[in-house]
């Protein structure tokens, strides 16, 4: 079965930096595009970033942009987020999520259909 | 960029009644890049509806989505005790980025 494990949270300081990481299993992880979305505490979902398949296609949010990067290792089927230079406003669940896509008609519907259980990053000095 | 606004924030209801849930558009969006999401406290969204319409695996059939343009709608039939939840709406497939609304919290009356 499809599982997605998110790890890497914690305690981080303001400035400082984390990498998150996603086990991905039950899959071929280079089949697919992966994205990095987060919730705030008692807020609404945030896309973060996605990135291709074949790892070369990466695009951020505008609240991230500059600050995060987004990989993968097909090769030990995981996905990464490194996160610098952090913000109290960055505190949130970050869920990893698979991007899957089903054509009718000729037309392609995109949609998350695997999401990991989310880590929790705090950023307090 | 497309905003989506969900509405109303918070539905209270009993279980076995009909939940009407929106999500508007800013602009006009492709019926095949509309998706909504289920979530539950302390868990993980679950996909529920893609291209608008189309139930996930394993998804009941009191869960239907419906609407186009800038206009769309989940409904649930009759609600059950595990369907208090929160609700989203996503767009995401004519740019990289994904866009989801505010959610809507459906609670019991």
């Known amino acids: 079965q499809v599982q997605l494990v998110e790890s890497g949270g914690g305690v981080v300081q303001p400035g400082r930096s984390l990498r998150l990481s996603c086990a991905a299993s039950?899959?071929?992880?280079?089949?697919?595009?992966m994205h990095w979305v987060r919730q705030a505490p008692g807020k609404g979902l945030e896309w973060v970033a996605v990135i291709s398949y074949d790892g070369n296609l990466k695009y951020y949010g505008d609240s991230v942009t500059g600050r995060v990067t987004i990989s993968r290792d097909n090769s030990k089927n995981t996905l990464y987020l490194r996160m610098n230079s952090l913000r109290t406003e960055d505190t949130a669940v970050y869920y990893c999520a698979r991007e899957d896509s089903k054509v009718f008609a000729g037309v392609a519907m995109y949609y998350f259909d695997f999401w990991g259980q989310g880590t929790l990053v705090t950023v307090s000095s | 960029e497309i905003v989506l606004t969900q509405s109303p924030g918070t539905l209270s209801l009993s279980p076995g009644e009909r939940a009407t849930l929106s999500c508007r558009a800013s602009?006009?969006?492709?019926?095949?890049?509309l998706a909504w999401y289920q979530q539950k406290p302390g868990q993980a969204p679950r996909l529920l509806i893609y291209?608008?319409?189309s139930r996930a695996t394993g998804i009941p059939d009191r869960f239907r989505g419906s609407g186009s343009g800038t206009d769309f709608t989940l409904t649930i039939s009759r609600l059950e005790p595990e369907d208090f939840a929160v609700y989203y709406c996503q767009q995401y497939g004519n740019s990289p980025a994904s866009i989801f609304g505010g959610g809507t919290k459906v609670e019991i009356k």
């Open positions: 291209g608008a319409s």
């Open positions: 039950g899959f071929t992880f280079n089949n697919y595009g």
């Open positions: 602009q006009g969006v492709s019926s095949s890049y």
